[in-house]
């Protein structure tokens, strides 16, 4: 589905979400109230990228966030497609995308109760192909925002992103199902950033730091102190 405005394609996909198996994926030119992690607002003026794709994991719910995996290797694997690799694309744990080591893309999952019995998840991806917020409308210590034009000279069409995005993560989805998250883990560990590197890690109840020493079969940060390691299913990361 592709609109020219809408409010927020996530919440298009709550308003139509249906118990259908999907995937589902909605489109908007321009969106208007975007939102990032934890309710931040996520501006997409016209000539970047919003979409939101909603369907059925055929898994626990408990395994959902594993798709934020998924799609952050769809989307950059696409971004790196399209400008022919004339720039290093990465994942910022646990789903940001990096464009030399500056936030072009982020993210978002939320599930979405459908009647009594089935959860959906919806999966929000907002890229900056022609533009970028200024930094200043930036948390302090959050990487620099560029966008895919800035950075490469690449002008990226919409349609054609959505279409690439939708293809490549309907094969990780198939890999994830298929082969469980070993495999894939395999994949993304080759995509991540700064691994190795001393981080900062901010919950909703604490701020930790410690070096990131690695990714769990859970999906989960690795966060190693001394001699103490802790698993982090969620949180915003920091690099010194």
């Not at 989960?220 to 915003?236: E, F, M, P, Q």
């Amino acid at each position: 589905m592709v609109l020219d405005k809408i409010d927020s394609t996530m919440l298009e996909a709550r308003r139509r979400v249906s118990s259908g198996s999907g995937p589902s994926w909605i489109f908007a030119h321009i969106q208007l109230a975007g939102k990032g992690r934890r309710g931040r607002a996520w501006v997409d003026p016209i000539g970047n990228f919003a979409c939101t794709c909603v369907f059925f994991p055929d898994r626990t719910i408990d395994e959902y966030a594993l798709s934020s995996f998924t799609a952050a290797l769809s989307l950059c694997d696409c971004l790196s497609d399209f400008t022919e690799s004339s720039a290093q694309v990465s994942i910022k744990w646990p789903n940001d995308i990096l464009l030399n080591q500056k936030k072009v893309a982020g993210i978002l999952l939320e599930t979405i109760a459908v009647g009594k019995n089935k959860i959906a998840l919806s999966i929000g991806f907002g890229v900056n192909l022609l533009s970028y917020p200024e930094a200043s409308e930036l948390e302090e210590s959050a990487f620099s925002p560029t966008s895919i034009l800035t950075e490469t000279g690449v002008a990226i069409d919409p349609i054609e992103l959505l279409n690439k995005l939708a293809v490549n993560f309907s094969k990780y989805e198939g890999t994830l199902q298929d082969k469980g998250f070993t495999e894939l883990r395999s994949l993304l560990m080759d995509r991540i950033h700064g691994i190795g590197s001393q981080i900062i890690v901010r919950t909703t109840n604490e701020t930790l730091s410690g070096v990131f020493s690695d990714i769990n079969m859970d999906g989960h940060l690795i966060l190693k102190a001394g001699r103490t390691k802790r698993a982090i299913a969620a949180a915003d990361v920091y690099f010194d």
